[in-house]
C-alpha cells in the first residue's frame, strides 16, 4: 500500500521557521515529481512548490517564492519543504503529492497529474 506521511507543521509566530517533510512508502518514486500543495479554510487547494524526479527542476507559487525551499531525497522516498519568513497568509493543511507518471515535469503544477496524496499537516502562522 502507498503511503505519504507528512510531518514537521505546528504553530510558529510570523517571521519564523519550519521544515515539512514528506516520507514515502510502498513503492519508489524516485522518477516521480514531487510536490507540496495547501488548502487555507474557505479557498480552494493550490500548489505551493513542486520538485522534477531529478531534483533539477523546481516550481515555486509567486507567494512563496524566496522563501520557501523544496528539496528531496530519493534515497530515502522523502521531500522536503523549508519554509522561512512565515506569514500569517501560509496558515494552511499542507499536503505532499507524487505524480502517476515518471518524469513529469513542473513548469505547471497541475493537481490532476498527482494521484498519491498525504493525509496533510496543519500549518498556522500567528501574526
Do not use: H
Not at 66 to 95: C, H, P, W
Not at 97 to 110: G, H, L
Amino acid at each position: 500500500q502507498v503511503q505519504l506521511a507528512e510531518s514537521g507543521g505546528g504553530l510558529v509566530q510570523a517571521g519564523g521557521s519550519l521544515r515539512l517533510s514528506c516520507a514515502a512508502s510502498g513503492r519508489t518514486f524516485s522518477s516521480n515529481a514531487l510536490a507540496w500543495f495547501r488548502q487555507a479554510p474557505g479557498k480552494e487547494r493550490e500548489p505551493v512548490a513542486a520538485i522534477s524526479w531529478s531534483g533539477e527542476s523546481t516550481y515555486y507559487a509567486d507567494s512563496v517564492k524566496g522563501r520557501f525551499t523544496i528539496s528531496r531525497d530519493n534515497a530515502k522516498n522523502t521531500v522536503y519543504l523549508q519554509m522561512n519568513s512565515l506569514k500569517s497568509e501560509d496558515t494552511a493543511v499542507y499536503y505532499c503529492a507524487a505524480t502517476s507518471a515518471v518524469f513529469v515535469p513542473v513548469r505547471n503544477v497541475r493537481s490532476d497529474d498527482y494521484l498519491y496524496w498525504g493525509q496533510g499537516t496543519q500549518v498556522t502562522v500567528s501574526s
